[in-house]
C-alpha cells in the first residue's frame, strides 16, 4: 500500500456528516463542562484508499468499522493492521496515522471530541491510541442520536454516555491482555460458554473451591461488578449481539439465554436497554448483512465474543 499520494478526499459518504453538531448558543457551556463533542460521522461510507498520507486530527476520535473491511496505518512504527465490522480506532490529537478502506468500502460511526475531560483521560491511561474491538452493536449511535437533540439536558448527557463508553471500551479491552484469578479466569469461560444457565452464588463457589463471600469479593476485584449483575449483564450483551448480527427470532434468543418466558426477556432487556428488542435490532445492527440462524447453531456452542471479563 503506497502512502505517498496526497489525497484526504471522501470517495463516497452516504450517511451523514456533521462538523457542528452543537448549537452554537451551547458551545461556551458545554465546553465549561470538560468535553465537547466536535465531530460526528453517522453511517458515512468511502471507498478504499491506497494512495493517502498519514494526517494528524486536532481531536481525540473514535472510529467503529460498522461495514466492508479496512485497515489502520500507524505511521511511527510503519505497521499496518487489517479491520473486521466491530473493530474500532481511537486516535489522540497530533497522532500521524491513517485508517480507510481495505478491498472494499469502509463504513463508519465517529466521534470526534476533545476537552480537558478527554486529556485527563489520556492522562490516565484510559484513552490511548489502539485499536479497539468494540462489537456488533452500533455503540456510538446512541450517542449521536443524543447529540442532534438540540436541548442542554441532551448535551451534556451526550457527553456523559461518551466519558462511559470510553470507560466501558477501556475495561472490555485491556481484560482481553490480562490473566484473573486462575479459578475465575475458568468459571468466567464458563459463563460466557454457556450464556443460557442460570448461576447461583452457591454454585460459582462451589466451582472455584471458595466462600461465596470470597466469591462476591473476587468477583467486584476481577470484573468490578456483583456475579448476579454480571450474569445480568452478559445476557443483554450476548442478546444485543444475536440481535444485531443474526436473524434468529426474538424467541429464540430468550431460548438460548435460558428465559422460559419470552415476555419475561423482552421486559428485562427493554428495562436495562432502554427500548425493545425488535426496536434495538432495527436500529442498532450493523451495515453489514445479518447471518443467518444456521450460522450460530447449535445454541450451546461455546461463545467468541471476546474477553471473559466483560459480556
Known amino acids: 500500500m503506497d502512502f505517498s499520494t496526497v489525497d484526504n478526499r471522501k470517495k463516497h459518504i452516504d450517511g451523514e456528516v ?31 484508499k491506497k494512495t493517502l498520507p498519514p494526517r494528524r486530527f486536532p481531536y481525540y476520535a473514535l472510529t467503529h468499522l460498522i461495514g466492508g473491511d479496512g485497515f489502520y496505518y500507524d505511521h511511527d512504527d510503519g505497521t499496518i493492521q487489517q479491520l473486521k465490522p466491530g473493530d474500532g480506532v481511537l486516535v489522540v490529537p497530533g497522532k500521524e496515522h491513517e485508517y480507510g478502506g481495505l478491498e472494499k468500502y469502509f463504513i463508519e460511526d465517529s466521534i ?5 475531560t478527554a486529556d485527563a483521560l489520556l492522562q490516565a491511561g484510559i484513552i490511548r491510541n489502539s485499536i479497539l474491538r468494540i ?29 462511559q463508553l470510553l470507560l466501558d471500551l477501556f475495561r472490555e479491552n485491556s481484560a482481553r491482555h490480562t490473566t484473573p484469578h486462575r479459578h475465575m479466569e475458568q468459571l468466567l469461560k464458563e ?9 447461583t452464588v452457591e454454585e460459582m463457589a462451589e ?12 468477583f467486584r476485584t476481577t470484573t468490578g461488578m456483583t456475579p448476579k449483575h454480571y450474569i445480568d449483564q452478559l445476557k443483554m450483551k450476548k442478546a444485543g449481539e444475536l440481535l444485531c448480527s443474526t436473524r434468529l427470532k426474538i424467541g429464540e434468543i430468550a431460548d438460548y439465554l435460558g428465559y422460559a418466558d419470552h415476555y419475561h426477556f423482552i421486559r428485562r432487556f427493554t428495562a436495562c436497554i432502554g427500548i425493545s428488542p425488535a426496536r434495538y435490532r432495527k436500529a442498532y445492527s450493523i451495515v453489514t448483512p445479518m447471518h443467518p440462524a444456521s450460522t450460530i447453531l447449535p445454541l450451546n456452542a461455546q461463545s467468541q465474543t471476546g474477553s471473559p471479563y466483560l459480556p
Open 18 to 48: 456533521n462538523y457542528s453538531p452543537i448549537p452554537l448558543a451551547m458551545t461556551d457551556k458545554v465546553s465549561r463542562s470538560g468535553l465537547r463533542i466536535a465531530v460526528f460521522y453517522e453511517k458515512v461510507r468511502s471507498g478504499i
Open 207 to 218: 466451582y472455584c473451591n471458595i466462600s461465596a463471600n470470597h466469591l462476591r469479593t473476587l
Open 191 to 199: 459463563l460466557h460458554a454457556a450464556p443460557g444457565k442460570w448461576w
Open 112 to 116: 470526534c471530541f476533545l476537552g480537558p
Open 135 to 163: 462489537g456488533s452493536e452500533r455503540r456510538l449511535l446512541p450517542i449521536i442520536q443524543k447529540v442532534r437533540d438540540p436541548g442542554i439536558a441532551s448535551q451534556f448527557e451526550a457527553n456523559i454516555m461518551l466519558q
